[in-house]
C-alpha cells in the first residue's frame, strides 16, 4: 500500500469531500423553503452556543458556483451534500416544491460540467418542522412521509443521481436529538429516543424499497460508528462499554445487516422500548448497497460508579463528550487519556483505531463497500497577517486517518472512498460557528473563502496518487502483447 512513503490508494478510489445542507446553505426564507427543526431550535435561546444560526451559514445557497470551482481546483471526483427536506417539500407532505428543486439541479449542472460525481445524502438533520410538530422521528407517520418524499424526489432528480444515501447518523438523530437533547428538538425522553431510533431505521428501509422501484442507483446509509474501549479491566468498565458500543453500533447495525435489534440492549431498555411492527424488521434489513462511515476518535469508557478509580488511573472525565445517553441508560462515562492529542472539540486523535473499526465490521457483519463519508478534525485556526491559514494539524490528522483506511484496505476491507469532513467551515450545530472543521476558512461576516493549507495538502495528495504506478492485479492477455 505505500512505496516511497507515499500511501498508495486504488486507481478507482473516490476522493472527495462532504457538506450538509442546513450547515451551509443559508438562505433559510428564501424561494419557499419551509421550516425546519433546526431553525427552531437554533432560535430558541441558550440552545446554541452564542445564539449562532443556519440562517446565513455559508451562504451556499448563492455561492454554490464559486464552491464547486473550488471542488474542481481541489481535484475531487465526487462530491456529498445533503439535501434539505425542508427546501423542496416544505411541509414534509404534498407536491415538491420546484424552486427547492431548482437550486439542486443547478449544483447538479455545475457538478457535472467539473465530472464531479454528486453524492447526495437526503436526510442530513433538518426535518420539516411541520412533521415535528407532529411529533419528529417519535412519530411512526414520520418514516412514511420519508419515503414519499424521497419517492418524488427520486423520480425528479433520478437520473442525475448513482448513489442515494438515506440517512446521516441516526444515532445523532434520534438519541442526541431526543434523549440528550443538545440537538433539534431537544426532548430529553429515553423512549421518544427509542421510537425514533427504530422509525429513522423504518424510514431508512421504506426509502431504500422507494428507490429501488424507481431507479437503478445505488443505494446506502451512513453511519457514525463508534470505536469503543473499556478504561480497564473490571466488570464494570466493561460492561459499562459493551452497552456504549451496543448503543451507538449495534442497535443499528444489528437491524440493518441481521435483521434484528441486540438482546442486551432491547433488555437493557425494558418497557422503553419501541413499538416494532410485523415486517418493519424485513424492511430495515432491506440489502443496501454500500454503507457510508464517519469516523472521527476512538471512545474510551468506564462506569460512572468507577469514577475515583478511573482518576486513580490518569483518567478524567470528558465531561465535552457527556452528556452521554449512557449516563441515563447504563451508568457509562466518557474518560480521556491526559497527554492524548486532542481536536478543539477535544476529541483525541488515534487513526489507528478506524483500521480496526473497519476490519471488526467486515469480520462481524459481512463483506460491504465501504464509503468513509466523514472524516475530518476542528482547529483553532486563524488567517495570518499574509492572508494564510497554516493547519498542520488537519494535515497530520487527515494523513494518518487516510494512512488507516489504507491499512484496512490492505487488510482486505472493501473501501471505495474518502471524504473529508468539510469541504467548508460551517455551522456545527449546537456549538454554533465555534469550531471549524473545514479545510476552507469562511469568514462569517463576507463570505469570503480561504483555501487552508490542508486543502493545499489535500489536493497534492490526491494528485500524487494519480501519478502513482500500479500494480496491475490481472494478468495482461500473452496475445495481446505485441512481439
Ligand atoms: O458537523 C458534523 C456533521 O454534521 C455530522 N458528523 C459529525 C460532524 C462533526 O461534528
Same mark, same amino acid.
Given at each position: 500500500m505505500a512505496t516511497d512513503g507515499v500511501t498508495v490508494f486504488p486507481p478507482s478510489f473516490v476522493w472527495g469531500t462532504a457538506t450538509a445542507s442546513y450547515q451551509i446553505e443559508g438562505a433559510v426564507d428564501e424561494d419557499g423553503r419551509g421550516l425546519s427543526i433546526w431553525d427552531t431550535f437554533s432560535r430558541t435561546p441558550g440552545k446554541v452556543l452564542?445564539?449562532?444560526?443556519?440562517?446565513?451559514?455559508?451562504?451556499?445557497?448563492?455561492?454554490?458556483?464559486?464552491?464547486?470551482?473550488l471542488m474542481h481546483e481541489l481535484g475531487i471526483n465526487s462530491y456529498r451534500f445533503s439535501i434539505a427536506w425542508p427546501r423542496v417539500q416544505p411541509e414534509g407532505k404534498g407536491e415538491l416544491n420546484p424552486d427547492g428543486l431548482r437550486f439542486y439541479s443547478e449544483l447538479l449542472d455545475h457538478l457535472e460540467a467539473n465530472q464531479i460525481v454528486p453524492f447526495p445524502?437526503?436526510?442530513?438533520?433538518?426535518?420539516?418542522?411541520?412533521? /415535528? #410538530?407532529?411529533?419528529?422521528? @417519535?412519530?411512526?407517520?414520520?418514516?412514511?412521509?420519508?419515503?414519499? $418524499?424521497?419517492?418524488?424526489? &427520486?423520480?425528479?432528480?433520478?437520473?442525475?443521481?448513482s448513489q442515494w444515501t438515506t440517512l446521516n447518523e441516526p444515532?445523532?438523530?434520534?438519541?442526541?436529538?431526543?434523549?440528550?437533547?443538545?440537538h433539534a428538538p431537544g426532548e430529553?425522553?429515553?423512549?421518544?429516543?427509542?421510537?425514533?431510533?427504530?422509525?429513522?431505521?423504518?424510514?431508512?428501509?421504506?426509502?431504500?424499497?422507494?428507490i429501488r422501484a424507481r431507479s437503478d442507483a445505488e443505494v446506502g446509509i451512513t453511519l457514525n460508528l463508534a470505536h469503543v474501549t473499556p478504561a480497564s479491566d473490571d466488570p464494570l468498565d466493561r460492561l459499562a462499554a459493551t452497552l456504549t458500543e451496543g448503543n451507538a453500533n449495534r442497535m443499528f447495525l444489528d437491524p440493518l445487516f441481521l435483521g434484528d435489534y441486540p438482546a442486551d440492549m432491547m433488555d437493557l431498555y425494558g418497557d422503553a422500548r419501541a413499538e416494532i411492527k410485523? /415486517? #418493519?424488521?424485513?424492511?430495515? @434489513?432491506?440489502?443496501?448497497?454500500?454503507?457510508?462511515?464517519?469516523? $472521527?476518535?476512538?471512545?474510551? &469508557?468506564?462506569?460512572?460508579?468507577?469514577?475515583?478509580?478511573?482518576?486513580?488511573?490518569?483518567?478524567?472525565?470528558?465531561?465535552?463528550?457527556t452528556p452521554n445517553?449512557?449516563?441515563?441508560?447504563?451508568?457509562?462515562?466518557?474518560v480521556k487519556r491526559p497527554g492524548f492529542t486532542s481536536t478543539q472539540m477535544g476529541w483525541e486523535v488515534e487513526p489507528a483505531t478506524l483500521t480496526e473499526l473497519l476490519c471488526n465490521l467486515r469480520d462481524q457483519y459481512r463483506p460491504i463497500p465501504i464509503y468513509i463519508t466523514e472524516n475530518g478534525m476542528s482547529n483553532a485556526d486563524y488567517v495570518r497577517q499574509d492572508?494564510?491559514?497554516?493547519?498542520?494539524?488537519?494535515?497530520?490528522?487527515?494523513?494518518?486517518?487516510?494512512?488507516?483506511?489504507a491499512g484496512a484496505i490492505a487488510a482486505g476491507v472493501d473501501v471505495?472512498?474518502?471524504?473529508v469532513w468539510s469541504l467548508l467551515d460551517n455551522f456545527e450545530w449546537a456549538l454554533g460557528y465555534s469550531q471549524r472543521f473545514g479545510i476552507i476558512w469562511v469568514d462569517y461576516a463576507t463570505g469570503e473563502r480561504t483555501p487552508k493549507a490542508s486543502y493545499y495538502w489535500y489536493r497534492d495528495f490526491i494528485a500524487a496518487q494519480a501519478r502513482q504506478p500500479r500494480e496491475c492485479s490481472v494478468p495482461p492477455d500473452p496475445s495481446s502483447i505485441p512481439v
Open positions: 452564542h445564539g449562532d444560526t443556519g440562517d446565513i451559514a455559508c451562504d451556499h445557497y448563492h455561492r454554490y458556483a464559486e464552491d464547486v470551482q445524502t437526503l436526510y442530513h438533520w433538518d426535518l420539516p418542522q411541520s412533521l /415535528g #410538530d407532529q411529533g419528529g422521528w @417519535s412519530s411512526r407517520d414520520t418514516a412514511y412521509r420519508f419515503a414519499d $418524499y424521497v419517492d418524488k424526489l &427520486v423520480s425528479a432528480l433520478g437520473p442525475r443521481i444515532w445523532c438523530s434520534a438519541w442526541l436529538g431526543y434523549a440528550v437533547g443538545q430529553t425522553n429515553v423512549s421518544a429516543a427509542l421510537a425514533a431510533n427504530h422509525h429513522l431505521l423504518l424510514a431508512h428501509g421504506l426509502a431504500a424499497q422507494a410485523e /415486517g #418493519d424488521l424485513a424492511t430495515i @434489513s432491506t440489502v443496501i448497497d454500500f454503507l457510508g462511515v464517519n469516523y $472521527y476518535a476512538p471512545a474510551i &469508557v468506564g462506569s460512572r460508579e468507577r469514577i475515583a478509580e478511573l482518576q486513580a488511573l490518569g483518567y478524567c472525565v470528558d465531561a465535552r463528550r445517553l449512557l449516563d441515563m441508560t447504563a451508568s457509562a462515562v466518557h492572508g494564510s491559514v497554516l493547519d498542520p494539524e488537519r494535515t497530520a490528522y487527515l494523513e494518518g486517518h487516510l494512512r488507516a483506511v471505495r472512498g474518502y471524504y
